[in-house]
């Protein structure tokens, strides 16, 4: 058997690995559908009387606090939990009131901002302590974001007359996001090609030059972007000859498929 040699897997690898940590409030914001019922422990279906609640808590606090109801003595101290929350009404509500729920903070539906914001905060920390890397690597994908805003600072508008082709020559190719593609890709017109004649041949030539012009713009674009990277430039020049070889490519093929 003849052995075919394979190129190692270029930085792709990296960055897809990368893009599991680069946002950590969307990881954090799916963490909040687990948040748990201060009370019973059952899930929470949001911020209810200053705590977050379970529909269940919340309508025993709230028929409790309107009806102005009185339980019998429990000097049981009963363990509160979704199995057993309507065993004990005494000790239930006594849970609530030890959690701080109170009818003067009374709030339904969606939690405060500040709360939001603060539990997201909590979460990301317990998760960076869990796992050193990942705090690691979403402190590269913020400079990373950084880099490319500042070495490409287009609107979303600008990003979009590129895509339709509504722009100069000298205007470089970027994807702003997802959303503009997707109406760039809707918005262009295939444009079908004559048979290839005499007259025709300069057309091809000054597609090819263009497509060979914008190659160069796409390294030299590119390189810089690297460079704005910390830590870049501290690199081997080998090893950043090699991220850029692997790195162009990307672009390259992306920038022609825009163009044809």
Known sequence: ??????????????????QM??????????????IECRVCGD????????VHACEGCKGFFRRTIRLKLIYDRCDLNCRIHKKSRNKCQYCRFQKCLAVGMSHNAIRFGRMPQAEKEKLLAEISSDIDQLNPESADLRALAKLLYDSYIKSFPLTKAKARAILT????????????DMNSLMMGEDQIKCKHLTPMQEQNKEVAIRI???????SVEAVQEITEFAKSIPGFVSLDLN??????????????????????
Not at 21 to 34: C, D, F, T
Not at 43 to 50: E, I, N
Not at 208 to 214: A, H, P
């Open 165 to 176: 082709g509504k722009t100069t020559d000298q205007s470089p190719f970027v994807i702003y």
């Open 239 to 260: 090893d950043q000859v090699t991220l850029l070889k692997y790195g162009v490519h990307e672009i390259i093929y992306t920038l022609l498929a825009s163009m044809m």
């Open 43 to 50: 899930k929470a279906s949001g911020f209810h009387y200053g």
């Open 1 to 18: 058997q003849n052995a075919i040699k394979v190129e190692p897997p270029s930085p792709p690898y990296f960055s897809e690995k990368l």
């Open 21 to 34: 940590y680069s946002k950590p409030h969307e990881e954090a914001s799916s963490s909040l559908m687990a």
């Open 208 to 214: 090819f030059q263009r497509c060979q012009f914008r």
